[in-house]
């Protein structure tokens, strides 16, 4: 009895690091994803004229993102369809928190993956130097994963020597 007493302790115990591991494991975000804009919520363009209000709006493009994730490396493309016309822009990012700096418009980028918990926080530093003097602007995007995998939310603030602006953008699994 004994034996079977060790043997059903040794199990739980088993089973319980199993379950804490599993629970720390970084979330998947691999797959492709389409934007729900009725979820989303996005800034507001003050300042910007507005065209003449009799006209239709444009229509805003679709978007899809289409994530790869190995290892420590997130590749993500973007791909946004408005009518028969369709862009797409990719970023790699390295997940493990070091910084990585490339040239940008006018200056340089700075940008930095780190999974905190079960969310992946990219933060992106931009530096456009003019002969006006420098101009900083900075993004930080938290992408976490609802608990069944089908939802991604990706919570973003900006910050420019114009202001600060929010936007949360809702993506379900294609």
């Given amino acids: ?41 996005f ?8 065209p003449d209000p009799q006209a239709q709006p444009p229509q805003p493009p679709d978007v899809k993102l289409v994530v790869d994730q190995h290892g420590s490396t997130l ?19 390295l997940t493990d928190g070091t910084d990585q700096t490339r040239r940008g418009y006018r200056g340089e980028v700075v940008t930095r993956a780190a999974f905190e918990g079960d969310r992946l926080v990219l933060t992106r530093v931009h530096v ?3 002969e006006a003097g ?17 939802t991604l939310t990706i919570d973003t603030t900006m910050q420019s020597p114009h202001g600060d602006r929010a936007m949360k953008t809702v993506y379900v699994r294609s």
Avoid: N
């Fill in 134 to 150: 420098d101009r900083t602007m900075s993004r930080q995007s938290v992408w976490t994963l609802s608990p069944d995998g089908r």
């Fill in 43 to 50: 800034p507001r363009h003050e300042g910007r004229s507005q």
């Fill in 75 to 93: 590749k993500v493309t973007r791909i946004m369809t408005t009518g028969t016309r369709e862009r797409s822009m990719t970023d790699t990012y």
């Fill in 1 to 41: 009895m004994r034996g079977f007493k060790r043997t059903i302790a040794t199990m739980t115990m088993l089973l319980l690091g199993i379950g804490a591991v599993a629970a720390r494991a970084e979330p998947q975000f691999t797959g492709a994803w389409t934007l729900d804009r009725a979820q989303s919520q």
């Fill in 128 to 130: 456009k130097k003019s």
